[in-house]
Antibody, heavy 119, light 107 residues
Framework: VQLVESGGGLVQPGGSLRLSCEAS????????MKWVRQAPGKGLEWLSH????????YYGDSVKGRFTTSRDTVRNSVYLQMNSLRPGDTALYYC?????????????WGQGTLVTVSS | SYELTQAPAVSVAPGQTASITCSGD??????VCWYQQKAGQSPLLVIY???KRPSGIPDRFSGSNSGNTATLTISGTRTTDEADYYC??????????FGGGTKVTVL
């Protein structure tokens, strides 16, 4: 199983960025996918969930209305479109796979892509 | 909203048992998972469904959950267990919720 994020970088406040996460080594269509971020020196913050069939999508309160997640079954990829970015969105952004179990659990994580929001 | 509370830091001597707690309202009614994050690395799932270990996680790691408190126990702690540990639940309101994390120091 491998998850590789890309698309991070430096962006000005108010700007937009699209993150990608390419998955390999498993049946992508069978798993939900998540985005999680970690600000420098801080803890983990869940951002979004997209179900295996894209029919169920949830967002954390801090990004609701600004971020959008989607997935492409042909490219085995999940995306995070981030709009109206703020300095507080500066963080390492991870994608993760949802474990096939009763409860929560993100069983594989990428290495993350760094987003810096600054003028 | 739903909140999970963890102590910021725990110290343990090598070979001893480390107990990391996570508190939340009626937490015992929810499934809890735990992640280990070593410095400069991505998080690693070490416990899911409150008590289960993913494949490859040593049996030194165990979990329990009752009342308002979930506990991650590391038995025979090694220096390689030094890391930040995060608990997590799903709540129908806010979605996935992480605790603030506990830094475990082995000295």
């Amino acid at each position: 199983v491998q998850l590789v994020e890309s698309g991070g970088g430096l962006v000005q406040p108010g700007g937009s960025l699209r993150l990608s996460c390419e998955a390999s080594g498993f049946t992508f269509n069978s798993y939900s996918m998540k985005w999680v971020r970690q600000a420098p020196g801080k803890g983990l913050e869940w951002l979004s969930h997209i179900s295996s069939d894209s029919k169920t999508i949830y967002y954390g309160d801090s990004v609701k209305g600004r971020f959008t997640t989607s997935r492409d079954t042909v490219r085995n990829s999940v995306y995070l479109q981030m709009n109206s970015l703020r300095p507080g969105d500066t963080a390492l952004y991870y994608c993760a796979r949802g474990k096939l179990s009763e409860g929560p659990g993100f069983d594989y994580w990428g290495q993350g892509t760094l987003v810096t929001v600054s003028s | 909203s739903y909140e999970l509370t963890q102590a910021p830091a725990v110290s343990v001597a090598p070979g001893q048992t480390a107990s990391i707690t996570c508190s939340g309202d009626k937490l015992g009614r929810k499934y809890v998972c735990w992640y280990q994050q070593k410095a400069g690395q991505s998080p690693l799932l070490v416990i899911y469904e409150s008590t289960k270990r993913p494949s490859g996680i040593p049996d030194r790691f165990s979990g329990s959950n009752s009342g308002n408190t979930a506990t991650l126990t590391i038995s025979g702690t090694r220096t390689t267990d030094e890391a930040d540990y995060y608990c997590q639940v799903w709540d129908s309101g806010p979605g996935y919720v992480f605790g603030g994390g506990t830094k475990v120091t082995v000295l």
